[in-house]
């Protein structure tokens, strides 16, 4: 089983690619692609939170490890969790789906009750047993849950619209966005909208609805973004090519990304070595993370990243194309649209391609709330991939890890008489 | 799209296609977005790098410590220090909290104050009021100027909000009586005249500079890049003088001066063979530790005051006519009472007694007269020559800022009268440094040695000694020994300064009551009492010369430079082992009897009748 599994050619040479090949055809690929590219992104996440947060930590609370010993506690629970949801089968999680959508609209209302926490202008926090939690980012796993079940049951009728959008977008989707709206947190809008339509997309929806909505959606921006001075200096800085120093309005984060990545060059400083995070490059822990990967990292480091969320996209892809289950499809093209979508949110406005929305690296950021719901995320897409047809019985088959580890160990005297 | 409606529902496309194509798009923009980076993190990386580390870099300059002024044992006179003003932020002040009798009891503003008041010896009263006018504020100065180890004791108070700032301070131990030469160096660190600004460039060193990149806090990024130039300290300055001396003799002065109600007085210690100066003190001075100083008191009237030389002049008159053989010791002269010369009668301050006076005589008693009646037999540019040489209107080379040259008309700018003024000293001006000159030249047997100030100083660590003053034969040993033994005859209890002798010791010397040119009046008000001599006068090792300006009460050089000559003498000469004189001063004959033969002449020819008289203004 654990042999590297080998073609030979017709000169009994043995082809290392076609191997890979036949090795990815496996069914059981997509799972430990999703298993090993997410234990990498919480790897480097969690590394590089450290290095990238020990200044800033250090001058506001004297402890260089405060803010990553917190994400390391939420990284243990959000592994416990993922672990957890990856064990769950999958008709639990279309049982699961509504009450998820109702508890996730309930929190997202919480945030304007007293629990609620405004934070940097924005209002989609809330505080329980002096906890603070995020509850948008949970709400995009019951989101992407809840549209699968719901797009699962509609199957039939999707060529009708008033069927795809009733009700998994009205009143499901539309209530979520427009609470996590009226907080005015604009980046998570942005990915409920693209998980939405990601998924309608994936369920088959005719493609001119699309453009239509597309359309519709630029025109809308652009009228905004013309009625708001704010929004054409974003605007402004990420295409109008006045970033020529921090100093020019709007432009400090995006010029002092440039400089991290710059300072990285092709190889980076080495890890530990970054400049810009010494209170220079704002939230370089957080939606700046990539910055700092590649200041200490240099480019290898920032492609590696990049490189995983193209396996997570492709493992995913794999779950769709191999599963039988409508329902197992619509929830993986839905999780991946919302940590790609969101990766490429994050990376495009650090490396100055997109106006800064300030969504966080999923996996990697700092941020407690947005690294358990990823890892939900990542769970309940493992557990769609154990679903996929001969997955389960090759899992099965193989003795638990525990017991492979321990098989090195010389088995004691006792047995052999 | 045909193809994907084959399955189930109308208008729907197969998500296994759907899928396809967002992984399509996906991948175009990671791959675009991989592009960008290696734009950013590759071919454009150098220079946005080098902008962002010119923003970070910043450069701090490390300031020089200033060198030490030494005396001439080592003793310093100006030194550096670390001081430190003690701050306090009265918000915090507010909310100081004692344990009494095992209870915490906050104490506040009065508590606070009593207990800084107690380490640093300060009015707690002071304290508190500070406090309580800037309640409210964050920051204040509550007491400046401490030392460092008081500053730890107050620290360890723990009051909160009670802070200090580092300062260098530039100090004087020995205060007063060195201040107008020493110079002053104020907070701004710009010096302000004395020696502190003759030796600025040495005395400053080079100030360093540090690199570092500093990040967004003001903290330095300890993984950046960094470089420091090491700052250079200033030299040490080592100076020819003795502080006690210099102590003792500014003591002497500023009694001398406030006995005789005068405007200044000065006084200058030398050592004639090497022409070091060992004390030049002047009274009024100023307190160095004052935060503020005028420019009129920084002046060192020592080496900025010019004054007509008066008697001391005639030294000079007397050398030139002894070494040009016009004259000899014994030289019969008979002094009249009116002397008719450029239209002027010139006149001596009283008659004389006896008009027959040798030369000896003449210089001793310091008669105008007869100073004028030899003098004139030496052509004009001779004797504007040995003014010159014997230091008068010489340049001032010794680098003193605010040192004047004094002014020596050339002859051809004299008038009728200037030649017979200038021998017996008016009509010129100079420095009471360029004064000393004469004597020094006689003491040191004729050889004149430029006055010096700094013995060396410390360069990159060894001590470079300065050059040896320039010397200058001016008159043979032998005028020389005769001007002296000319001279021992003031300080006798029979000359014009009886007070100016040292018991147990030969002195020579010449007083000199000058009129004093006031320049605010324009016109000649009071007079300039001096002395100026040396001693032992049988191997002259110290040359003194003080000056009381303007006194109010007293006039005679004698009976208020004397006094303060003598003792000085006297101190200095036991200070450096000098031994007293076993010999006696010799004899000399200041009078003769006119009737009595002139030797070496025809029988019958009396001393009368060679004897230097009025003949009516020479012809040259």
Known sequence: ?417 | MAAARRRGAAGVVHPQRRMRFMLFGILIVFSLFAAQLVKLQGLDAASVSAAAIDRRLHEVSIPASRGVIYDANGVALAESVERRNITADPTAVITYTKRIDGERVEVGYEGAAQDIAEVTGADPAVLEKTLRDHHGARWTWLQKDVSPQTWQRVKALQIPGIYAEPFVKRAYPLGASMAPLVGWVGSSGMAANGVELMFEEQLTGTPGSMTYELGGRGERITTGKSSETPAVPGEDVHLTIDSDLQWFTYDQVKAMVEQSGALSGYAVVMDPTTGDLLAAASYPSYDPTDDQQTSAALRNPLFEDVYEPGSTNKVITAGAALEEGIIDLETPMVLPNRLPRGGTRFQDAHDPDNPYATFAGVLATSSNMGTIMYGEKLPDEVLYEYMRDFGMGREANLGFPGQSNGLVPPPDTWSATSKYTMTFGQGLASTMLQQIGVFQTVANDGVYVEPRLVKGADEDGSFVAEPDAKEDRVVSAETANELTSIMEYVPSPEGTAPQAAVEGYRVAGKTSTADRYDPQKGRYSGVTAGFIGFAPADDPELVIAVAIQRPTRGKWGGELAGPVFSEVMRYALTQRGVSPSTSEAPEITLHYDPDAPAPGEDPGVTLGDIAIRDEGTPQQ
């Not at chain 1, 690929?29 to 939170?49: E, F, N």
């Not at chain 1, 769950?88 to 309930?106: D, F, N, Q, S, T």
């Not at chain 1, 020529?244 to 060059?265: I, M, R, S």
């Not at chain 1, 839905?334 to 495009?348: D, F, K, T």
Request: charged share 10%.
């Open chain 1, 1 to 417: 089983m654990t042999t590297w599994p080998v073609r030979r050619d017709e000169q009994g040479r043995e082809s290392v690619a076609a191997g890979l090949g036949e090795r990815l055809k496996s069914p059981v690929a997509p799972y430990y692609l999703l298993l090993g590219a997410t234990a990498l992104l919480v790897s480097i996440g969690l590394v590089m939170v450290l290095s990238a947060s020990s200044v800033g930590s250090f001058q506001t609370s004297g402890n260089s490890y405060k803010v990553f010993t917190q994400q390391l506690m939420f990284a243990g629970a959000g592994i416990v969790l993922g672990l957890v949801a990856s064990h769950i089968p999958v008709r639990v999680w279309k049982w699961l789906a509504p009450w998820g959508m109702l508890v996730a609209i309930g929190l997202q209302a919480l945030v304007f009750t007293p629990l609620g926490v405004p934070f940097q202008g924005n209002r989609n926090w809330i505080a329980i047993a002096g906890m603070s939690l995020q509850p948008s980012e949970f709400g995009k796993v019951a989101l992407v849950v809840f549209g699968a079940a719901v797009l699962t049951k509609k199957r039939k009728v999707l060529g009708r619209i008033s069927h795809v959008l009733v009700p998994f977008v009205i009143p499901g989707a539309a209530l979520l966005i427009g609470l996590v709206l009226a907080g005015h947190d604009l980046g998570t809008v942005l990915i409920l909208v693209a998980i939405t339509g990601g998924m309608m997309f994936g369920a088959g929806v005719q493609a001119r609805y699309f453009v239509v909505v597309a359309a519709l959606a630029a025109a809308g921006a652009a009228y905004m973004a013309i009625g708001s001075a704010n929004r054409m200096e974003r605007i402004q800085a990420w295409i109008g090519n006045i970033c020529v120093n921090p100093d020019v309005q709007g432009c400090f984060q995006k010029v002092h990304a440039e400089y991290a990545l710059a300072d990285g060059g092709w190889w980076g400083l080495g890890l530990g070595g970054s400049r810009e995070k010494w209170g220079l490059l704002p939230e370089p822990h957080n939606d700046f993370i990539l910055a700092i990967i590649g200041e200490e990292l240099g480019l290898p480091g920032t492609l590696t990243v990049m490189m995983l969320f193209v396996v997570i996209a492709y493992a995913s892809y794999r779950i769709v194309v191999t599963s039988k289950d409508f329902f197992v499809r619509i929830a993986a093209c839905g999780i991946m649209v919302w940590l790609v979508s969101q990766a490429m949110l994050n990376i495009g406005s650090v490396i100055g391609m997109l106006p800064i929305i300030g969504v966080p690296l999923p996996l990697v950021s700092s941020g407690g709330s947005a690294l358990v719901a990823a890892l939900l995320g990542m769970g309940i897409l493992l557990s769609l991939a154990r679903s996929l047809p001969g997955a389960k019985a090759s899992l099965g088959s193989r003795p638990s890890l525990l017991r492979r580890t321990l098989a090195v160990v010389p088995a004691p005297r006792l047995r052999r008489r």
